[in-house]
């Protein structure tokens, strides 16, 4: 099964059965201010997931995700990752991100990880030097960024 969600709502607990790949996407701007605090919940045993979930800052925006993988007792076999990561364009905005396991199963696979980063002022004068303006290099690179 394979999730792509933009700018959701509200995240709420996602019980996973089945091998899955869900993205989930923020662009936020003009002080759009996130707080999530999603479970993904591994119940059913030999499940393969990966959850990515990308942000994008601008103008004041602020996010705070404290994302956590759960294995249940009797998921023997589970293999997940839960990846968040963060593309700040202007320095007035701030992200925390906060991945975390809670596991039941002492026979899983589990990881996370986390990145908050800017775009690079040698990337946008290499992008400069190609013919683009600051607005087209900075939409290549935050569309780059949300489709990676």
Known sequence: MTVRLTNPKKLSDYIITEDSEITIVYDLENGQNIYEAPNFIHENPNIK?????????????????????????????????????????DANCSATIEPSLEIHESE????????????????????????LDKNSAQLLIIESFKNS
């Open 49 to 89: 997931s990966r959850i990515n979930i990308k942000a994008v800052l601008r103008n004041n925006s602020n996010i705070k995700i404290l994302g956590k993988l759960v294995i249940n007792k009797n998921a023997k076999g589970v293999d997940t990752y839960l990846k968040s990561d963060c593309l700040i364009i």
């Open 108 to 131: 899983v696979k589990a990881g996370h990880g986390a990145a908050i980063g800017y775009i690079s002022p040698e990337f946008l004068n290499y992008l400069y030097s190609k013919g």
